[in-house]
């Protein structure tokens, strides 16, 4: 299938907003359940946020859950707000198909998209 699309990224300053945007054209799997990762230069991919079919509800890691808000837009977009940004989360954000219910998040394949950076810096 193809893979999801993200978009969104860009550079800001300590404390500033963005909003990614993950689109997936044709899901794979009837649960639906979306993540979003984050890989930081010279590590590995980990999620930050989850959202399950049930009442589209949300899960996150512990040092994004009062800054990220992650949403379900329409049937086919699943956007994550990240607010008060830390350089700490400066990366690449990757969103995917995931099991629903897991944490740390399991995405079905390894079937990533490009991805979109963030840059949190002075």
């Known amino acids: 299938g193809q893979v999801p699309v993200e978009s969104g990224g860009g550079s800001v300053q300590p404390g500033g907003s963005l909003r990614l945007s993950c689109y997936i054209s044709e899901f794979m799997y009837s649960t639906k359940c979306v993540g979003w990762f984050r890989q930081a230069p010279g590590k590995g991919r980990e999620g930050v946020a989850g959202?399950?079919?049930?009442?589209?509800?949300p899960y996150y890691d512990d040092f994004t859950k009062d800054r990220f808000t992650i949403s379900r837009d329409n049937a086919n977009t699943v956007s994550l707000q990240m607010n008060d940004l830390k350089p700490e989360d400066s990366g690449t954000y990757y969103c995917a198909e995931v099991k629903c219910g897991y944490w740390p998040l399991r995405p079905f394949s390894n079937n990533w998209g490009r991805g979109t950076l963030v840059t949190v810096s002075s």
């Open positions: 959202l399950t079919t049930t009442h589209d509800m």
